[in-house]
């Protein structure tokens, strides 16, 4: 690796995006959004280093990281590597395409698909937290939460169930129970709880009979907490929430417009539950070796630790995404 960079690695030191970001917004930031800044930075400089890198060496050599992709047979069959990748002038022209395709795709007035999808994915794990935000699903979050494996384990089974079940009773909700969809002048809304509940009801159930099937141990443990996914406030929560946000205006970052939508929020949702319980469940079984106080053993100290989690957690509150 060294021997390939070369002289490249001294000269990051003069790289002009260190001093660029640093005169842009370093200056005039305090130090938590420069170091933000930063390493959104430096990971978009990486990722288009990759992608010009990759398309160099697949077209220029057939492989990729050094392992060979083309087959050999292709080769036989007369096939040649395009030599001119290899120069270092058609790693500008590839930056003119990614350019253009970047612009034409995602430098819109108004937010593209894949923005808006990526914001509501990261909103739903770090800022509409259902266990933080929400406090949605905390009878099996604090019953659960004593150690990493069964809090991983429960937070995975909720993050499958919500998966499956959002973007059907998001189809559910727009194909079906809003106004005027399946019968003319009549708004089937009213239904949508026995409807979301059913739908939550069914795909628990298959979901406990594979983890049964599958992990017996896990199955042990979780208890009678499997089942109860049905009931777990944080999945119906997410279902009436999607159906809160399906009539929101489609500039709202939040709004959930399509089943792609539904899909990004429930596995958001999922997996902002997941790493609530599993953090839980790490700092508990930290806490099983601390002196806390005798009356503070128990529900005590942990009402308090995830009263000070989510004060934690309300810090991406205020950060715009």
């Not at 430096?42 to 050094?66: K, M």
């Not at 034409?104 to 935000?133: P, Q, W």
């Not at 929101?248 to 539950?273: C, E, R």
């Amino acid at each position: 690796m060294s021997v390939a960079l070369s002289v490249y690695v001294g000269l990051i030191i003069t790289n002009c995006i260190l001093m660029g970001r640093l005169e842009a917004f370093a200056m005039m930031n305090k130090p938590w959004p420069s170091f933000l800044d930063g390493i959104g930075n430096g990971l978009g400089y990486a990722l288009i280093l990759v992608i010009v890198g990759a398309f160099r060496e697949f077209f220029g050599r057939g492989s990729l990281l050094g392992f060979q992709i083309i087959p050999q047979g292709v080769y036989d069959a007369g096939y040649l590597n395009n030599g001119m990748m290899t120069m270092p002038a058609m790693a500008l022209i590839l930056l003119g395409v990614v350019i253009w395709v970047h612009r034409a795709y995602f430098d819109k007035g108004k937010k593209s698909k894949m923005e808006h999808l990526i914001s509501l994915f990261f909103r739903s794990i770090f800022v509409d937290n259902m266990i933080f935000a929400f406090f949605l699903g905390m009878c099996s979050f604090l019953a659960v939460s004593k150690n990493v494996k069964t809090s991983l384990g429960l937070g995975l089974a909720v993050t499958f169930v919500l998966f499956v079940t959002l973007p059907i009773n998001y189809l559910l909700q727009t194909k079906v129970l809003g106004p005027d969809l399946l019968i003319e002048g009549a708004d089937l809304s009213y239904l949508s709880f026995i409807l979301f509940i059913a739908v939550i009801a069914g795909i628990t159930q298959l979901v406990e009979m594979a983890v049964e099937k599958y992990s017996p141990s896990l199955y042990a443990a979780l208890g009678i907490f499997l089942p109860l996914i049905a009931v777990n406030c944080a999945i119906m929560g997410a279902s009436l929430f999607m159906q809160q946000r399906v009539n929101m205006d489609a500039s709202n970052t939040q709004a959930i417009k399509s089943v792609a939508d539904s899909i990004v929020y429930a596995i958001g949702s999922g997996l902002g539950w997941t790493l609530a319980i599993t953090s839980m469940g790490a700092i508990r079984e930290k806490m099983q070796y601390s002196d806390v106080p005798k009356p503070l053993q128990g529900l005590g100290i942990t009402f308090i630790t995830v009263g000070l989690m989510a004060l934690a957690m309300m810090c991406f509150s205020g950060i715009k995404i």
